[in-house]
């Protein structure tokens, strides 16, 4: 499967923003996906997770309550709602998807397929 992520740019501090996921190849509603971010100089971290029905979602502690992961399999579509956006929020976001959601939905090596990133900056 191929994914592309978008939706990034520049937004100031308090701000929203919504990223999205589409995918192209094989079935995308038969895989979970997860979001996560890179910072500059920093690893890549977990952000959000969605699984394949959109029945089961996970957030990383930093965004909980701020974010909001949801999908549209008729579309082939995975979006990240970002509200009340902090400076530290500034990074690139990526997509990732996997064949099923399992305990370990926060690491990245557990994701096979991978977007080529959106960028975001918040500015203060």
């Known amino acids: 499967v191929q994914l592309q992520a978008y939706g990034g740019g520049l937004v100031q501090a308090g701000g929203s923003l919504r990223l999205s996921c589409t995918a192209s190849?094989?079935?995308?509603?038969?895989?979970?996906v997860g979001w996560f971010r890179q910072a500059p100089g920093k690893e890549r971290e977990f952000v959000a997770a969605i699984s394949w029905s959109g029945g089961s979602t996970y957030y990383a502690d930093s965004v909980k309550g701020r974010f909001t992961i949801s999908r549209d399999n008729a579309k082939n579509t995975v979006y990240l709602q970002l509200n009340s956006l902090k400076p530290e929020d500034t990074a690139v976001y990526y997509c990732?998807?996997?064949?099923?959601?399992?305990?370990?939905?926060?690491?990245?090596?557990?994701?096979?397929?991978w977007g080529q990133g959106t960028e975001l900056t918040v500015s203060s």
């Open positions: 990732a998807a996997r064949g099923t959601m399992g305990w370990n939905y926060f690491l990245v090596s557990s994701y096979d397929y």
């Open positions: 190849g094989r079935t995308f509603s038969s895989y979970a």
